[in-house]
Structures are given as structure tokens and as C-alpha cells.
């Protein structure tokens, strides 16, 4: 069988029975929130300069945006399991409506920075509903759903930053977020007419019960390592995606356009890479892709110090977002070792827990940014990176 036929099967497959428009919306929902967070690290400088804000109080920013994602999660997930993906995810992005509102109309710094606590919450509620939603739809298939679900979050990272840097530049930075209001409004509608309404049998709170399960197994050396692993990913790609577009400005001497279609493109290749990955991991499980994918993160975040000049930043970029793969193959892992019942409350602690201490990258890196480490940074993210793919192989081979 062709490459070609053997693409056509799988997508005939994942619009097979009605499901497909459910994926449709649940990626269209994805990609805006995805492409809507990675706005902020367009903006920092024009946030920096209204708000007098330092590399480590931008940091910190940012750091409240992950902080916010990582504390809703876990009751995203029980409301998943009680209430529905429908209600959770439509949620999700109404909240994110009213947060990117505020931020627009925000007077002062402390505004700003409570603002952007709630966009995290918003962001927050959406991840494990949809998680649970595609295992429902997609039980065999589950790697292949979110690869496509995740690669349309990065076409969201890469079409919506260099939007906004362009409009910020033209115009204002006001625009250059609030242009995804209309759009997010209409997404939230979309998704509320699309998806299933919830079966009333499936209201059970199982929450006290989930959290039981999840803590004791994460005493086990399998889930244990995969926190580990989780936590690892979630600090580095946090930290990358937070101060890129800065580190090329001040310390490559781009212009802040040409910064931010970088940044478009580390994402843009992560359409093609979550897909791959999710179909690795279907085919070879997580020891066998998971190394693969990571490796040339490894290689990017290494050169990227010693690296100038655009072509060869181009090429370490390219090289930095196979890290994007990791997320298609970690979760679809979880989702399929954590059961059914408790699935949106297992995968919200889990998650969470990580999130919570990957949160701390941005922060972290914006002070060592500041002592005038930038490069040294990048070099330690790799290093990161590189632990994180040795624990892979602590992992059990079935």
C-alpha cells in the first residue's frame, strides 16, 4: 500500500460514524486557545514597555498563564467526568473570551497579570475533556485523534502570532490580541452545537474515588517515571515557547516581525510531527517513538547559542520542534493506562501535578536571563531534555 492510501485509510477512519465533525470542532476550539496563549510571547516586549515590566517579571507573566492552565485541570476533569466534555469545553473558551477582554481593558500591571491568570484557567478546563472526549470516540485510534487534535493546535501557534506581532506593529498590541475575540466567540458556539449532550447515567461523581486511584498508582515506578517525563517536557517547551521570540530579538538582532514568524514556524512543523508521532506511538508504543522524537530537540536547543545568521536559525528551529511530538505520545500513554470511569480526574491530577512545577520555567529562565545567561539557558534546556528521553528507557517495553 502507498504512503497515499495508507493516509486516506486513516482518515477515512477517523470520519468514520459521525465522529469527524466532532474532531473537526474539537481541533478548531484547540488550535485558537493554543494559538491565542502563544500571542503573549509576541507581545512581552510591547507589555514590557506599557507596563514597565523586567525580563523576570515578564517571566512571571507568563508563568501565571501555565500556573492557571495547570490548577484547573484537575477540576476540569472531575466536571468533565460529571458534567460532560460539551459543558467543559464550551466553558473553556468563554472564559478565555472574558480574560483576553480584561486584559485588553487592563489599566495597570496588577490588572494585566490577574487578567492573564484567568486566560490559564480558561485554558485550563480544555485539554483533559478533550482527552476523554476523543477516547470515547477514537478507542483504537486514540494516538492518531489527538496527534490531529495537537497538530491543529500548532496550526493555531503559527498562524496567530505572526498575526498579532504584524497588527502590534501596524497598529497597536491591543489588536494584535483582541483580533481572536470574534473568532473565539464563534468557536465556543460551534462546539456547544456539535458535540453530543451528556448521558445523565454518566453524572456519577466518581471524584473521591479518582483521586484515591491516581495517588496510589502514582506510587508505582510506571506512572511515577511518566510524572517525571510529563514534568521535564512541560518545563522545557514552557520555557522555549515563553522567551524565543525575545532571545531572537535581543540577542540574535532580528526584527520582532521576523522573530515572530519564527516562532510560527517552530509550531508549523509541529502539524506534521504530532500526527507522525501519534501514529508511532499506535504502531511502536512509547520506548520506541518517544526517543526518536526528542532526539532532535536535543540537537536544536544545543546549537541554538552558537548558531546566527536567519538560514541556520531557521534550521536549529526546525530541529527544536520535533519536541512538539512528545505531548501525542505521553497523553495517548496515560489515556490508555488510566480506566475509563475516572479517565477526566486521572489525567487531571496527573497532568496538573506536572504542570504546576513546569510553571516555574518561564520564571526561572527570565532571571537567568536577566543575569545575562541567556545562552546558557538554552544549553540547559537541552540538557532537560536529554534526561527526560534516558527516563524514557526506564519505561516497560509492552
Known sequence: MSRLDSIRRELVGLWAGGTGKTLLAIALGWGLLNGTRMIYPVLLPYFSAEFDL??????????LIWLGYAIGQVPGGMLADRHGERSVLT????????????????PTAATLFGATALVGLGLSQYPIARITALSDLYPDRIGRALGVTMAAGDIGQTVLPPIASVLAVAVAWRLGLGFVLPILCVTAVVIWLTLPAPDPADGDDASSESLRYVVGELRSPVLAIMGVILFLFIFVWQTFSAFYPTYLVEQKGLSSTVAGVLFGLFFAVGVVVKPVAGMAYDRIGLRGSLPLVLLGSIVGLALLPFVDGLVGLVGVTVLASTMLGSGAITQSYLA?????????????????????????????FGVIAERGYFDAGYLLLALIIALGTLLTLRMPRE
Open 91 to 106: 466553558a473553556s473558551v468563554s472564559m478565555v473570551v472574558v480574560g483576553v477582554t480584561v486584559v485588553l481593558l487592563s
Open 336 to 364: 490508555e493506562i488510566i480506566p475509563p470511569e475516572i479517565q477526566g480526574t486521572g489525567l487531571g491530577v496527573i497532568r496538573s501535578s506536572a504542570s504546576v512545577l513546569g510553571a516555574s520555567g518561564p520564571v526561572v
Open 54 to 63: 523586567t525580563l523576570s517579571t515578564a517571566g512571571l507573566l507568563v508563568t
